[in-house]
């Protein structure tokens, strides 16, 4: 899934802060091209504050950050109510603008691969959860950026529709790959997504542990591989809310602080 040649992505150590509070502070990481890299972390502990900076949302305080172009979706499907399934899915084009034939035809054309067909027409509010979820990220999709910035995808979602969810999203990166940089409460999520996982420590945040997934896709919720995998970032986790984990300094979760 790496391509060795550059990075989509390169942090280095970042700082952050809101007024008082200190949400992220020397966090440094690199996402090569291609890659799904996951970010796991207790709350508050700055990962959507990082998702914004990478995206070009906001701007960091300290630290540098070096990025492709970067497109942001929130945890929130944020469609428009007005407007059918189709359309909220060409928005980025439409304001990027492509005429609406053009952008309702390159819409259509994936309405499919996310198993959408025939709910062209439909409104926001006669779609399930997990089918606006779907809309929202093809309109991620279509906004032609380089990286994806996923922000929760699926945390709305109820515990089968989104494990249908997590398959659609491998499936369709298989077919069209492209960065993605995925923010997640699920550590088996992660682990079952991702080409590496990054461990975030409590407030302010950085990480502190990578782990590889190595793993063959599809990849089973049961196989050992996928368990030992999940419990060792559980274990990282479990390390960065106390601050023991590696490279966590002490004290540091009791330094001034909230975040997001």
């Known amino acids: 899934m790496q391509d060795a040649t550059r990075d989509a992505v390169r942090v280095h150590g970042i ?11 020397g966090l440094s990481m690199r996402v090569a091209r291609g890659e799904v890299f996951a970010l796991v972390g207790p709350s508050g502990c700055g990962k959507t504050t990082l998702l914004e900076l990478i995206s070009g949302l906001a701007r960091p305080d300290a630290g540098e950050i070096e990025a492709e172009l970067a497109v942001l979706m929130p945890q929130r499907d944020l ?16 304001l990027a603008g492509t005429p ?12 499919g691969e996310l198993g959408l067909a025939g709910f062209e027409q439909a409104m926001p509010h006669e779609l399930s959860g997990g089918m606006r979820q779907r ?4 309109r991620t999709l279509l906004a032609g950026r380089p990286v ?3 922000d929760e995808p699926f945390g709305a979602l109820d515990a089968i529709t989104r494990a249908e969810a997590q398959r659609w999203l491998e499936n369709v990166l298989l077919k069209r790959p492209r960065t993605v940089v995925l923010v997640t ?7 079952l997504l991702a080409d590496r996982v990054a461990v975030m420590c409590a407030r302010p945040g950085r990480v502190i542990e990578e782990l590889p997934v190595t793993l063959p896709r599809p990849r089973s919720r049961t196989e050992p591989g996928l368990v030992a995998l999940r419990e060792r970032a559980l274990v990282a986790l479990a390390k960065g809310m106390d601050g023991s984990g590696p490279g966590f300094e002490g004290g540091a979760r009791r330094q001034a602080g909230g975040g997001s």
Request: charged letters at 20%; glycine letters at 2%; proline letters at 2%.
């Open 15 to 25: 700082e952050h802060s809101y007024g008082t509070t200190r949400a992220l502070a």
């Open 79 to 94: 469609l428009l109510p007005w407007l059918a399934a189709i359309d909220n899915a060409a928005l980025a084009l439409r």
């Open 100 to 111: 609406r034939a053009l952008a309702r035809e390159r819409a259509h054309a994936l309405f």
């Open 135 to 138: 809309v929202a990220f093809l």
């Open 148 to 150: 994806l910035c996923l």
């Open 185 to 191: 409460h699920d550590v088996e999520e992660a682990v």
